[in-house]
């Protein structure tokens, strides 16, 4: 069965303070893509990264940074330096079977950045 | 351009009426997906329409739930007779290419049930 686990429930972090936020995911297919979504107090979910299963090249974005280890089954999300403006909720996703399913959520995780 | 449109934004009903959810996904967008969010907690696939082929029901919880597309573009999201447990926000998303592409989220539709 396809799954994502978000280990970390809600994090709490002093601004400025780098903060990791776990992914692992489960699927036996060996194409398949993995997303982070951010979902701000407004509540409205934005796209944050993509990545297929064929390119485990780690990516930074700014402050962001993705760690995609397959033998892991894992796709870690690290906010360097982080701000008030990064208080969210985190979510993993997973899509398999080539990218033919709709996405399958983690819980989420609750990322509180104190000034 | 245009982002996913959903209403109404909020909506209160009586515990055994029926409601009517409406989505409009971005232009050209072949993928469209229903998700629900309970307070607190992770998104819920309901489910799934790809193009012109059979919609993925597979997430929806009960038989009082059903959802169409018309014409490849707007969709109704309808629950019948409306239960307490229903209460949620009912998130709508369109990506242009399925799961492969990242998904495009709507506001969503608060919905209450007293």
């Known amino acids: 069965a396809q799954k994502v686990t978000q280990a970390q429930t809600e994090i709490s972090v002093v601004e400025k303070e780098d903060v990791t936020l776990d992914c692992v995911y489960e699927t036996r297919d060996t194409t398949y893509y993995l997303f982070w979504y951010k979902q701000p107090p407004s509540g409205e979910l934005v796209f944050l990264i993509r990545?297929?299963?064929?390119?485990?090249q780690n990516e930074i974005s700014g402050r962001y940074s993705w760690n995609f280890q397959k033998s892991t089954s894992s796709f870690n999300f690290t906010i360097t330096a982080s701000q008030v403006v990064d208080s969210a909720v985190y979510f993993c996703a997973l899509s398999w079977n080539s990218g033919n399913t709709p996405l399958v959520f983690g819980k989420g995780t609750r990322l509180s950045v104190i000034a | 351009g245009a982002g996913v449109s959903q209403s109404p934004s909020n909506k209160v009903t009586e515990k055994g009426k029926d409601v009517e959810l409406r989505c409009d996904p971005i232009?050209?967008?072949?993928?469209l997906y229903w998700y629900r969010q309970s307070l607190g907690q992770g998104l819920e696939f309901l489910i799934y329409f790809q193009g012109n082929s059979a919609p993925d029901k597979s997430g929806l919880p009960s038989d009082r739930f059903s959802a169409e597309r018309t014409g490849g573009s707007v969709s109704t999201l309808t629950i019948q007779r409306t239960q307490q447990e229903d209460s949620a926000v009912y998130l709508c998303?369109?990506?242009?290419?399925?799961?492969?592409?990242?998904?495009?989220f709507g506001n969503g539709t608060r919905l209450t049930v007293t």
């Open positions: 232009s050209g967008h072949t993928a």
């Open positions: 990545r297929n299963s064929f390119d485990e």
């Open positions: 998303a369109s990506s242009g290419g399925g799961g492969r592409s990242p998904l495009h």
